[in-house]
């Protein structure tokens, strides 16, 4: 009961912040409220007038008003070009995590409860102060025992996944209230993308699983000089707690200071396009929350520039099937093929078997055109995905939560490169990485590289080969030898009426025989018993044949 009254309050909570920022109608069109809409009006805060803003601004407004776990919600939403127009995308790419630290005594604990000792004697300093703070986690600066070595740790907040349930629980039900009396959640589906960030976030909660993606990055980017992956202390991780190498940068976003350190700006946008490529069309799995607060640049080097990059609670993975979706239909749209860009949909299952690719094409068709009236710099290669996503809609297309998060990846990857150069053309970068894909997945080096990857596989598998032809070929003598006998089967059968009638015939034979013993028959076929005996055994086989 306690429960649901909390809910109930919260509910009332968040219709009025909806009201105080304009958005009233989002209340009024819930039909389970339009009984006492009138109440509204009544409410002094609507009889104010209020400064001209675009619902984005007023959606941005009241999420941040609402807490951290309602910005963390905005910014997943951010990514659902598929979904929302982009003045409200727009906007609720702005939500930052504003949120005050908790007590650095309280970390320490946290601290001292996962990793099973005193902070004291884990480390050789540990800074009582945090060093950033956000929705989930704050971070603290630590010296490692021994080697004196430079570290962060990352920690959760306390009774985070308390609240975050039991938000969770509110979005759920509001959710549920939505999907049942709002006419737009058709198009909307509210419960789906609740359950969509209900996965997010709660994968945000592990450590452990934040510092797996961070080794794997930094394996994956071992040998490069263009993005740099800070190093686990896996001696210092657990669930709740992370320790990695300290690093020291220049945040993306801050022009002024790339520039006063003489950092290639054309350089380091032409790099990160190739970096992003990298991890999609090679490595398969890539950072997805590239956002200004997470992407560093070494101050160190200048004229190849080096980017360094941190949390990683949320990546991407792409198997093969959405490597060609994406490829294939980045190469079609590049050329104009919207005929293709639909026949592949179709092929691939995006969208239902029975959609008319005619229809379809057409659709694409007078989106996409206009937009490649424009010269290829000037072309949105992130805002062209989310316009694919939005025909995709229409047709019933069922987007993949990886390639939203490739969405929303590419996005920020673009916003970034045009801010440091405004005229990076990530089509031409994109194009090489398409086409070189293509190229490794079709024709003899794809059958080669195939037959390379396997081989090791089919050496260790070599000598079991004689057993297994000589299995295979006993079983097909078997299988052989028991087809001729059914062969044989089917043909004796047949003599079963051969005999049967031969011994009816006998049978007739001796019976005449019998009776007219003056007959022509009679002189030529004059032995009663032989014809007798040989009919018995005509009888005989006949039977037998049957059985």
Known sequence: MLKKIRLFFRIIRINTVLIKHGLEQVVLSISIFKPVRFLIYLNPITWFEKKAKTDGERIRLVLEELGPVFVKFGQMLSTRGDIFSEDIIKELAKLQDKVPPFPGEIAKRIVEAELGDSVENIFAEFSIEPKASASVAQVHEVRLKGTYQHAVVKIIRPNIEKIINQDMELFYSIARILDKYWPAAKRLHPIEVVGEFDKIIHD?????????????????????????????????????????????????????????????????????????????????????????????????????????????????????????????????????????????????????ANTRVDEFESAIRTVCEPIFEKPLNEISFGKMLMRLFQIGRRFNMQVQPQLVLLQKTLLHVEGLGRQLYPELNLWESAKPFFEK????????KALLNKVIEKQPEWTRELPEIPELVYDMLSQFQRS??????????????KWKYIFFGAGITLTFLTIFNAVWKQSLLHIYFNNELTFSLLAIVFFILSFFVRK
Not at 231 to 239: A, F, L, Q, T
């Open 204 to 352: 945000e909660l592990d450590l452990m699983r934040e510092a797996a993606n961070a080794s794997q990055l930094r394996r994956n980017f071992q040998n490069s000089d263009k993005l740099y992956i800070p190093k686990i202390y896996w001696d210092y991780v657990s669930e709740k707690v992370m320790t990695m190498e300290y690093i020291e940068g220049i945040p993306i976003s801050d022009i002024e200071t790339l520039q006063a350190n003489n950092i290639d700006l054309k350089e380091l946008a032409e790099r990160g396009a190739d970096i992003f490529f990298t991890q999609v069309f090679h490595d398969c799995f890539f950072h997805a929350d590239m956002h200004p607060g997470n992407i560093f640049v070494n101050p160190r080097k200048t004229e190849k520039p080096e980017y360094i990059a941190v949390d990683f609670g949320i990546v991407g993975t792409l198997n093969t099937a959405d490597q060609y979706y994406l490829a294939s239909n980045m190469l079609a749209f590049f050329q104009r093929d919207y005929r293709k860009v639909a026949e592949l949909h179709v092929k691939s299952g995006w969208v239902a």
């Open 437 to 444: 894909w293509m190229k490794n997945q079709i024709g003899p």
């Open 480 to 493: 052989k030898q028991q087809k001729e006998v059914e062969t044989i089967k089917k043909a004796v059968s």
